[in-house]
């Protein structure tokens, strides 16, 4: 899928041998997931059963059982968000990499948890799923603090932080969304006090819901910023966002929902907050923003 995936793991004993060869034996169980699913996806192997769909020597009824799933999977998505996610190409090839990303990292972390791993950041080409906390409780133990938050070692338990890039600038970030397994009342707003205020003013239809959100654990970024105008839209216009990121319990959601809204735009947008537990981040062409209430908390990270 050409992208880069890294991974950090916080163990509560801090580094050791043992850990060393778990974080060791993670990396070459999820570059073998990756891999699987590259190389039955990826349109740019020629090798892949994708490849052999596309030239049109194998038939989507005689596919595997994994390639009609998946596109069964997208097609259900499809309906879900009224056409603006599609698998299919404007030139009619099928492209399940909308699909095919999410369920690679969701793959990932299930493989961390089955190896004992809880607190870790998997990031996947800016597609980011967490696990715990980067400040694990040595001791294993944890209490809630008058707060409310967490408390491991004496400390309130942090969040992991996903940094957003400018589109217009990528040498800075927009603001730092916190995710974690337990529900945070203050995501973290724009870096700027001037993109502050202009989030504040996204106005109707973007997701006026209660501040404290469920639990936050990916954040995924779709636009044209990183590989140009790949996302094809609604009615073959030019995409309204550069850059959407929206943040969900799961990953195959967040990634899912970023790609529909930059094709389906201001009115994706609005289906998308009324009807799923996400909170996102829209950038426009002219370099407004359009967020929820989670993406314009005070507290900034």
Same mark, same amino acid.
């Given at each position: ?75 259900? $998505? ?41 607190? $870790? ?110 996302? $094809? ?7 309204e966002f550069v850059q959407v990121s929206v943040a969900a319990a799961d990953i195959v959601t967040a990634d899912v929902l970023a790609t529909a809204i ?13 009807? $799923? ?25």
């Open positions: 899928m050409g992208t880069v995936v890294s991974l950090t793991v916080a163990f509560p004993d801090g580094h050791s041998d043992e850990a060393t060869d778990r974080l060791d034996a993670a990396s070459r169980v999820i570059e073998a997931d990756f891999e699987a699913l590259e190389a039955r996806f990826s349109l740019f192997r020629n090798d892949s059963e994708a490849s052999a769909l596309a030239r049109g020597v194998l038939r989507l009824a005689h596919a595997s059982p994994l390639m009609r799933g998946y596109y069964a999977e997208a097609v259900d $998505w499809r309906r879900r968000t009224h056409g603006a996610f599609t698998a299919e190409r404007p030139d009619g090839v099928l492209d399940l990499s909308g699909l095919v990303k999410g369920r690679a990292i969701a793959e990932a972390g299930r493989s961390l948890a089955a190896l004992g791993l809880h607190h $870790w950041c998997l990031n996947a080409g800016g597609d980011v799923l967490v696990s715990g906390t980067p400040t694990p409780d040595p001791a294993g133990a944890s209490s809630t603090d008058g707060g409310g938050q967490r408390a491991t070692g004496g400390r309130a338990a942090r969040p992991w932080l996903a940094g957003i890039v400018d589109p217009a600038d990528r040498r800075t970030l927009l603001g730092a969304y916190p995710l974690g397994d337990e529900p945070s009342t203050a995501a973290s707003a724009a870096a700027s006090p001037a993109a502050l205020a202009d989030a504040s003013g996204a106005g109707a239809g973007t997701g006026e819901g209660p501040a404290t959100a469920g639990t936050r654990l990916a954040l995924a970024t779709s636009g044209s910023a990183e590989r140009g105008d790949h996302i $094809w839209a609604v009615g073959r216009g030019r995409p930059v094709a389906g735009g201001r009115d994706m947008l609005d289906l998308a907050t009324a009807q $799923w537990d996400v909170d996102v981040l829209a950038v426009t062409r002219d370099g407004g923003l359009l967020a929820t209430r989670g993406f314009r908390a005070p507290r900034a990270a």
